[in-house]
């Protein structure tokens, strides 16, 4: 997926403390990356998120989405499966800064409780500002640093960092 300020979506809700084992369990580690999008949330609430995630839909969840584990493949597995962006109340710190590395937005916005399964969301990602479509309300977020902004424009921080070194 290209780099979009503005990310519209349908919404899937998760509660809080969602870990990298339910957003990719450790039975598929060994798994080539072309495959990943087959396993994410597979260990969640959501076992058939696959057969069901359109690209561009936008995960909202509580406090502490993607503590556990290091595991990086838990943000590849959810951009692989499409996802354009997960908004969360708090995110661990380390799946904060692993999605934004491969060019996963991530934005940090308490909007769990004002949101639906299968609604529409416009995101602008620059503003920090989410849209309900349905009834045009707007609820404001955390804003991004430039840096941050900057590595999800690029695609991601190696491709950050090639384009800064300037290396295809």
Sequence with gaps: ???????????WTL????DTDQIFPGYAMAAPIEKFKEYALAGGEIPDFTKKVQDGDIIV????FGCG???????????????????????????????INI???????????RVENGQEIEVDLVLAEVTICASGGK???????SNVLETLEAGGLIAKVRKQLKIS
Excluded at 1 to 11: A, H, N, P, T
Excluded at 61 to 64: F, I, Q, R, S, T
Excluded at 77 to 93: D, M, N, Q
């Design 139 to 145: 609820i404001s977020g955390t804003s991004l640093a």
């Design 1 to 11: 997926m290209s780099w979009k300020s503005k990310i519209q979506g349908r919404v």
């Design 69 to 99: 584990s290091s595991r990086e493949q838990a943000p590849v597995a959810l951009k692989e499966a499409g996802v354009g962006l997960v908004i969360a109340k708090s995110f661990a710190r380390i799946f904060r800064r692993n999605a």
């Design 61 to 64: 969840a509580g406090e502490n």
């Design 103 to 113: 060019g996963l937005p991530v934005l940090v916005c308490d909007l769990e409780q």
């Design 15 to 18: 509660g809080g403390n969602v």
